[in-house]
């Protein structure tokens, strides 16, 4: 979002002040950010008091920077704060999901009774297939039940997962196995897609090539195909899981042991495997779920659309909703598996309340007109949030109206795979809301905006965004990195966090994110760098050189342009343009995932570069936004930039 545009919204001094009814009821009350400034690491410590411990800890805070520990010395295990405590205090018949499938009418009901059934069976086929304390589990699935039994099983073992989202590739998920060493692979041998199979296994078997330590492999059937099956090392789940006992005592474990890996994309094109702890994690999570989204268990029923192979779905699917023990929707296919309807129709039937969700499937719900929602009834919903890249005032306020009847908060949260949980958020029945703006830090969350030497801008002013304090849930480092975990966050502005956000203060002070500084770039909420995508795009046989920037995209908040030069072989000389562009499109969605094939490709004889020899990733973001073009004059031949602006153009009018 432009700066220009949020002066424009601010003239219209759009805000909203919390609606009184909501506040009466609200979780949270005026008085807990001061509660919490008193002394944040206590008040931290008091929200600890949400999970279940086997034994309390008697520490709150160690911090050596960039090493943090929290609740240290206390023990518990994750999958009872989760599951076993609802069953225990006789929550057990409450619904905990409502699974609904990519195909109409097929749905499943689990109680948090069934839930507990189930993990305990799995962690039990987990250790028959040799799982043990601190070992890694690869979690390659589609979005249906079984996912979350492995993940909750998995940590019950003390053991941690690494979910890899099921739209990666074999080679992007083979990477992740061997980066952290998994020797366990859970996965289905397909998902569906808008009512088609989509195949899962022949991914994994030929990730495993490569990954010859990976040692038993767990295959849940979700589709009638046929699959490839190495005797030994795969097993069907429903030979395996389902003649386990369906009791199973949970050991303790400290408040520090590793639960999960995540990777995600950096500025190079190695992913960086996320690693977090258990207490502090959880701790952040489950209190933010309560304050943020506001939620009531008995009543509320809640659904986060997102994929557990997502930070999002690992916090607020899995651990903070089961921990608050809520009701939730969770949903197996597409915004329009079955027709474009399909979320109001999921949203009418289940009578959802609390809605979250990415601006880009917000603006394409809008795209779809708004005569969709509204002949459905929607007045379930109470509260709306976003997560995952700014959201335009424009998609902002049609969320209002069409979604939320102008009577639901809604909710703008800005966190990271790093952070672990929601650190900037209005809170509802509190704070005021405005169309575009993340507001403040929640209690006990300390950020600033900084200049380029550190310095905390004013009001009205811009820079970037950094964390000041520690928090219970930040990632504890890059698996296998510690150097780089250092030197990514917390070198560019000693003694702070550096998220790579850039950030406003509005002439309130209100916070405003204004997208990423460095170079990752953000497609429909996930995140991907450039140097990944260049680096799969140099892979390919025909390509000499690549650059790729991030270009603005009102659909999917920033799209791929790649910019690439040949060197073509006599056979692919013989191809025509548009062919080798559609070969290295797909030669990149299948290196990677189909969410980094390049909208564009721009073949071009030459790229421009500095006399040092560097691309001026800058100089084709402007040319790939169409804007006037900034200094070229250190470029070792100006007139390349304007070539390649002139293949833009025609490549532009040829698309018309
Ligand atoms: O640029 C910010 C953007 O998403 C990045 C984090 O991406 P990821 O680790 O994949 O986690 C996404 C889900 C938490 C951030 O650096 N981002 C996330 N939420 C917002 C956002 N940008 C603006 N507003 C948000 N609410």
């Given at each position: 979002?432009?700066?220009a545009?949020?002066?424009?919204w601010?003239?219209e001094?759009r805000a909203?002040?919390?609606?009184?009814?909501?506040?009466?009821?609200?979780?949270?009350?005026?008085?807990?950010y001061?509660?919490a400034?008193r002394?944040?690491?206590a008040?931290?410590?008091?929200?600890a008091?949400?999970?279940?411990w086997?034994s309390e800890?008697?520490?709150?805070?160690?911090?050596?920077?960039?090493?943090?520990?929290?609740?240290?010395d206390?023990?518990l295990n994750?999958?009872v704060?989760?599951?076993d405590?609802h069953?225990?205090?006789g929550r057990g018949?409450r619904v905990?999901?409502?699974w609904?499938?990519?195909?109409?009418g097929?749905?499943r009901t689990i109680?948090?009774?069934e839930?507990?059934?189930q993990v305990?069976?799995?962690a039990?086929?987990?250790?028959?297939?040799?799982v043990?304390?601190?070992d890694?589990?690869?979690v390659?699935?589609p979005?249906?039940p079984?996912?979350i039994?492995?993940?909750?099983?998995?940590?019950r073992?003390?053991?941690?997962h690494?979910v890899?989202f099921a739209?990666?590739?074999a080679e992007?998920?083979a990477?992740r196995?061997?980066?952290?060493?998994c020797?366990?692979?859970?996965?289905?041998?397909?998902?569906?897609r808008?009512?088609?199979?989509s195949?899962?296994?022949?991914?994994?078997?030929?990730?495993?090539t490569s990954?010859?330590?990976v040692?038993?492999?767990?295959?849940v059937?979700r589709?009638d195909?046929d699959?490839?099956?190495?005797?030994?090392?795969?097993?069907?789940?429903?030979d395996?899981?389902e003649?386990?006992?369906?009791?199973?005592?949970?050991e303790?474990?400290g408040?520090?042991?590793?639960?999960?890996?995540?990777y995600?994309s950096?500025?190079?094109?190695k992913?960086?495997g996320?690693?977090?702890?258990?207490?502090g994690?959880?701790?952040?999570?489950?209190t933010?779920?309560?304050?943020?989204?506001?939620?009531k268990?008995e009543?509320?029923v809640?659904?986060?659309?997102?994929?557990?192979?997502?930070?999002t779905?690992?916090?607020?699917?899995v651990y903070?909703?089961?921990i608050?023990g809520?009701?939730?929707v969770?949903?197996e296919g597409?915004p329009?598996?079955?027709?474009?309807?399909?979320?109001?129709?999921?949203?009418?039937?289940?009578r959802?309340s609390?809605?979250?969700?990415a601006?880009t499937?917000?603006r394409?719900l809008?795209?779809?007109?708004h005569?969709?929602?509204?002949?459905?009834?929607?007045?379930?919903?109470?509260l709306l949030g976003?997560?995952?890249?700014?959201i335009?005032?424009?998609a902002?306020m049609?969320y209002?109206k069409?979604?939320?009847?102008?009577?639901?908060?809604i909710?703008?949260t800005?966190?990271?795979?790093?952070?672990?949980?929601?650190l900037?958020?209005p809170?509802?029945?509190i704070t005021?809301?405005?169309?575009?703006a993340?507001?403040?830090?929640l209690?006990?969350?300390?950020v600033a905006?900084v200049?380029n030497?550190g310095?905390?801008?004013g009001h009205g002013?811009?820079?970037?965004?950094?964390?000041t304090h520690?928090w219970?849930s930040?990632?504890?480092?890059?698996w296998?990195?510690?150097?780089?975990f250092?030197?990514?966050?917390?070198s560019?502005?000693p003694?702070k966090y550096?998220?790579?956000?850039?950030?406003?203060?509005?002439p309130d002070?209100?916070?405003?994110l204004l997208?990423?500084?460095?170079?990752?770039?953000?497609?429909?909420?996930?995140?991907l760098?450039?140097t990944?995508?260049?680096?799969?795009?140099?892979?390919h046989?025909?390509?000499a050189e690549a650059a790729?920037v991030g270009?603005?995209?009102?659909?999917?908040?920033?799209a791929?342009v790649a910019?690439?030069?040949l060197?073509?072989?006599a056979?692919?000389a013989?191809?025509?343009?548009?062919r080798?562009i559609?070969?290295?499109?797909q030669?990149?969605?299948?290196t990677?995932s189909?969410?980094?094939?390049?909208?564009?490709i721009?073949?071009?004889?030459?790229?421009?570069?500095?006399?040092?020899?560097k691309?001026?990733?800058?100089?084709?973001?402007?040319v790939?936004?169409?804007?006037?073009l900034?200094?070229?004059?250190?470029?070792?031949d100006?007139?390349?930039v304007?070539?390649i602006?002139g293949?833009?153009e025609?490549?532009?009018s040829?698309?018309?």
């Open positions: 979002m432009t700066e545009k949020i002066e424009a601010l003239e001094d909203f002040a919390p609606h009184e009814e909501f506040a009466a009821q609200a979780n949270a009350q005026p008085s807990i001061a509660d400034d002394d944040p690491v008040w931290w410590r008091q929200q008091n949400r999970l279940t086997a800890p008697t520490t709150t805070l160690e911090w050596e920077l960039p090493n943090a520990r929290w609740f240290a206390g023990t994750a999958s704060s989760c599951v405590v069953v225990k205090e018949s905990a999901f409502h609904v499938a990519d195909a109409e097929e749905s109680t948090y009774h839930l507990s059934r305990n069976r799995t039990n086929a987990l250790i028959e297939l040799g043990t304390k601190g890694r589990v690869a390659y699935m979005m249906i079984e996912a039994f492995t993940m909750l099983a998995v940590v073992l003390g053991a941690i690494s890899v739209g990666f590739s992007a998920l990477s196995i061997l980066d952290s060493d020797r366990f692979v859970v996965t289905a041998d397909g998902a569906f808008r009512g088609a199979p195949p899962l296994k022949p991914a994994v078997d030929e990730a495993l990954c010859p330590d040692s038993a492999v767990l295959v059937k589709t195909g699959v490839g099956w190495v005797e030994g090392r795969d097993h069907w789940w429903h395996v899981v003649r386990q006992s369906d009791v199973h005592e949970p303790a474990f408040a520090e042991t590793p639960m999960f890996i995540m995600t950096g500025t190079t094109a992913p960086k996320i690693f977090h702890t258990t207490a994690y959880l701790t952040q999570v489950a933010t779920y309560h304050y943020v989204f506001d939620v268990p009543t509320d809640c659904w986060t659309a997102a994929d557990i192979g997502w930070i779905g690992h916090s607020y699917i903070g909703p089961l608050n809520v009701t939730q969770m949903y597409l329009d598996s079955g027709g474009r309807d399909r979320w109001w129709k999921i949203i009418s039937e289940h959802v609390i809605l979250y969700t601006p499937t917000i394409t809008m795209k779809w007109g005569q969709l929602p509204a002949s459905f009834d929607l007045s379930s919903l109470r976003t997560v995952g890249e700014p335009n005032p424009e902002w049609w209002r069409n979604i939320g009847a102008n009577r639901c908060p909710v703008d800005w966190w990271q795979t790093e952070t672990g949980a929601i900037c958020s809170l509802p029945g005021a809301t405005k169309p575009g993340a507001m403040r830090a209690p006990g969350i300390y905006v200049d030497d310095n905390e801008v002013e811009g820079g970037y965004l950094v964390v520690p219970p930040m990632t504890r480092g890059i296998g990195d510690p150097d780089r250092f030197d990514t966050y917390w560019r502005f003694g550096f998220a790579g956000d850039g950030a406003k203060l509005d002070g209100d916070l405003w997208g990423r500084v460095d170079d990752v770039m953000n497609i429909s909420g996930h995140r760098s450039t990944e995508v260049e680096h799969a795009l140099v892979g046989h025909a390509v790729v270009a603005s995209d009102d659909t999917t908040g920033q791929i910019f690439v030069t060197k073509l072989s056979e692919d013989e191809k025509d343009q548009a080798i559609e070969e290295l499109r030669h990149v969605s299948s990677i189909p969410i980094a094939k390049p909208r564009q721009i073949l071009t004889p030459d790229l421009p570069k500095t006399r040092s020899g691309i001026m990733r800058r100089l084709l973001r402007d790939a936004e169409n804007r006037s900034g200094d070229v004059t250190t470029l070792t100006p007139t390349v304007n070539m602006a293949l833009m025609t490549h532009a040829s698309e018309d």
